[in-house]
Nanobody
């Protein structure tokens, strides 16, 4: 059974940093397109960042470029999102997800498995 469990969310002041983690079990994410997504209240879910390790590909939403960094630890089957210079508009529930097919990877690619999310709140 595939399971993705996010952690690391919390409350932080604007300008601060958080590191989100996603632990995968029951499935290896090492050669898969994996990513972080977020959904704020009353807003649609949006892609934040994706990574595809076989060709070292990463892609970020324009709103987080230069502030967020996605990374992956294959031996640990973990995905991370380092978030710096946080802004109030970054507040949301953050989800990690993985795509089963190995053909493509980009911000808008459909994902197959999702975690339940970790909440990030930002105080100004």
């Amino acid at each position: 059974q595939v399971q993705l469990v996010e952690s690391g969310g919390g409350s932080v002041q604007a300008g601060g940093s958080l590191r989100l983690s996603c632990a995968a079990s029951g499935y290896s994410i090492s050669n898969k397109c994996v990513g972080w997504f977020r959904q704020a209240p009353e807003k649609e879910r949006e892609a934040v960042a994706v990574i595809y390790m076989p060709n070292r590909f990463t892609s970020y939403a324009d709103s987080v470029k230069g502030r967020f960094t996605i990374s992956q630890d294959n031996p640990k089957n973990m995905l991370y999102l380092q978030m710096d210079s946080l802004k109030p508009e970054d507040a949301a529930m953050y989800y990690c997800a993985v795509r089963v097919a190995e053909n493509i990877c980009h911000l808008n690619v459909p994902m197959d498995y999702w975690g339940k999310g970790t909440l990030v709140t930002i105080s100004s």
